[in-house]
T-cell receptor, first 108, second 114 residues
Framework: AQRVTQPEKLLSVFKGAPVELKCNYS??????LFWYVQYSRQRLQLLLRHISRESIKGFTADLNKGETSFHLKKPFAQEEDSAMYYCALQSSGSRLTFGEGTQLTVNP | NAGVTQTPKFRVLKTGQSMTLLCAQDMNHEYMYWYRQDPGMGLRLIHYSVGEGTTAKGEVPDGYNVSRLKKQNFLLGLESAAPSQTSVYFC?????????????FGPGTRLTVT
């Protein structure tokens, strides 16, 4: 069975500091991984997916199959980045398995 | 294009009461999902549907039923609500075929069971 783990429930950084949100997964097949973001009491939005190798709002994430990780990074955090971030793995039926989420707070 | 909408936005139930949450999408998506979001547990899949007239169990289906009589609607029912079902419920839809393949989420329904 697939599993996604986000070890940090809370992460707090100062504006302009680098930020890394960790995500580890276990899956027997070839993984398709995503990062979703949820701003305060809003709907979830797709931030990025590993297959497109894109950078959205300055965030990037690299899939490391050897370490089974998909960490989200941004070199200079902004206050508007404060949100809940979810790592998710897609399996059959296009179902998503989510991690527990990391609440990021960027302090001024 | 309204995307994915959910009705109602908020609801308070007493233990034992029943209710139905409605999810509607106007994007002609085949797949639809119901998740519940709880602090420290992320989102967990309750039930999903890969097409009109089909439903399947997800990770936490107990205490819920679903129906997909029309392609654009996915209903989630609670027959006898329990305090453990206090949660925020999100619906999502997913397109098949080509194009941007991602799940589109509704705004959520905040349910409290007392």
């Amino acid at each position: 069975a697939q599993r996604v783990t986000q070890p940090e429930k809370l992460l707090s950084v100062f504006k302009g500091a680098p930020v890394e949100l960790k995500c580890n997964y276990s899956y027997s097949g070839s993984p398709e991984l995503f990062w979703y973001v949820q701003y305060s009491r809003q709907r979830l939005q797709l931030l990025l997916r590993h297959i497109s190798r894109e950078s959205i709002k300055g965030f990037t994430a690299d899939l490391n199959k050897g370490e089974t990780s998909f960490h989200l990074k941004k070199p200079f955090a902004q206050e508007e980045d404060s949100a809940m971030y979810y790592c998710a793995l897609q399996s059959s039926g296009s179902r998503l398995t989510f991690g527990e989420g990391t609440q990021l707070t960027v302090n001024p | 294009n309204a995307g994915v909408t959910q009705t109602p936005k908020f609801r308070v139930l007493k233990t034992g009461q029943s209710m139905t949450l409605l999810c509607a999408q106007d994007m002609n998506h085949e797949y639809m999902y119901w998740y519940r979001q709880d602090p420290g547990m992320g989102l967990r899949l309750i039930h999903y549907s890969v097409g009109e007239g089909t439903t399947a169990k997800g990770e936490v289906p107990d205490g819920y039923n679903v129906s997909r009589l029309k392609k654009q609607n996915f209903l989630l029912g609670l027959e006898s609500a329990a305090p453990s079902q206090t949660s925020v419920y999100f619906c999502a839809s997913f397109p098949t075929g080509t194009g941007r393949r991602e799940q589109y989420f509704g705004p959520g329904t905040r349910l409290t069971v007392t």
